[in-house]
């Protein structure tokens, strides 16, 4: 099982989710978190402080889910998320070692599907 | 060393972190989030468009942990956060490369301990 | 790539992330968590509860990096996050699979420069 972990702008997250929802992702974990990217102009120091470097609201989105399944869902994820502006965002991936449905107990792919 | 995620339900919080403690797990890390998992009836779309499907607010607990004691918290995690329902929530496990207590500089198993 | 995790205390954040800036670390990823450490003198059962493990507000920074430049960073936070006082925080290493810039589909390295 791998993680996919995408930091997105706040605006693209309810069409990422129903693009999702509709390839068969249902269960998704959100995080409201800020950040700071690479931007033209903006160095470290600036005026003598660096508080030039803007930190922006994002959406984390992390989706854990079969590991032949994470091409899908990185390319839905960038048609539905870019804009072709600085700032649409980035995508990470992770092993995953193990998951469990607590409910059920089930472990590993069932503990996801 | 690996990491254990927990999604789980808020209420269930509380009695998570007790029950960790008096089992030696003093350090973990907290974080609000909101999720979606699978949910009978749920479908993507649904009256044209997919706003049906909750997100409902979750705990995420991060606790990174000696590989050896992986299960034992799983079983923790399970026995306090299970209620039968639908939406008891997921456990994923991480491997971890490194760790270091800032303070003391130690790094490795030593630092998680 | 490596992701490195720092749990840390709120008043060191922008201190870190200026220095992170001046070494050509741009992007960076904070979550707002709470956290609990081992503490002397504070046990899991005390008065009949364990309330009395206090769950302080830390900040979270992710920061995705080639890996040879890991050790680089786990210098930079100790140096600007260390007080010496209990409470200074934990890093933690992660192996990164992939990474993705979603404005220009570039993955790999390239991704996270
Ligand atoms: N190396 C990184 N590690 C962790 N998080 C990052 C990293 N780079 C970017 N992020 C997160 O992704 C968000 C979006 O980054 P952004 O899209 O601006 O990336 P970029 O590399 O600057 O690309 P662009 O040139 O398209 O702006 C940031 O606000 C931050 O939360
Ligand atoms: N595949 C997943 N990736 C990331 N987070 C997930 C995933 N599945 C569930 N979650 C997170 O776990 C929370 C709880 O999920 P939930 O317990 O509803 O799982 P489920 O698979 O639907 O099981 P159940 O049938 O018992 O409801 C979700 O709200 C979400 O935050
Ligand atoms: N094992 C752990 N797993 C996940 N998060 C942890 C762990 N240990 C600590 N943390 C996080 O790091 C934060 C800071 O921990 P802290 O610096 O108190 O660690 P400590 O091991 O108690 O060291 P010290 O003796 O210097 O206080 C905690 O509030 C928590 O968010
Ligand atoms: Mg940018
Ligand atoms: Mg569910
Ligand atoms: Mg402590």
Same mark, same amino acid.
């Given at each position: 099982m791998k993680k996919i972990e995408a930091i997105i702008r706040p605006e693209k997250f309810q069409a990422l989710r129903d693009e999702l929802a509709s390839h068969g992702f249902l269960g998704l974990t959100v995080t409201e978190v800020a950040g700071t990217g690479k931007q033209k102009? &903006?160095? /470290?120091?600036?005026?003598?402080?660096?508080?030039?470097i803007k930190v922006l609201p994002k959406i984390k989105i992390e989706l854990v889910l079969p590991q032949e399944r994470t091409d899908e869902v990185i390319d839905i994820i960038i048609d539905t998320c870019?804009?072709? &502006?600085? /700032?649409d965002g980035k995508i990470f991936v992770y092993d995953v070692e193990d998951a469990v449905r607590?409910?059920?107990k089930e472990r590993g792919k069932p503990a996801v599907l």
């Amino acid at each position: 099982m791998k993680k996919i972990e995408a930091i997105i702008r706040p605006e693209k997250f309810q069409a990422l989710r129903d693009e999702l929802a509709s390839h068969g992702f249902l269960g998704l974990t959100v995080t409201e978190v800020a950040g700071t990217g690479k931007q033209k102009g &903006q160095t /470290g120091v600036f005026r003598g402080t660096s508080y030039e470097i803007k930190v922006l609201p994002k959406i984390k989105i992390e989706l854990v889910l079969p590991q032949e399944r994470t091409d899908e869902v990185i390319d839905i994820i960038i048609d539905t998320c870019h804009t072709d &502006q600085i /700032g649409d965002g980035k995508i990470f991936v992770y092993d995953v070692e193990d998951a469990v449905r607590i409910r059920t107990k089930e472990r590993g792919k069932p503990a996801v599907l």
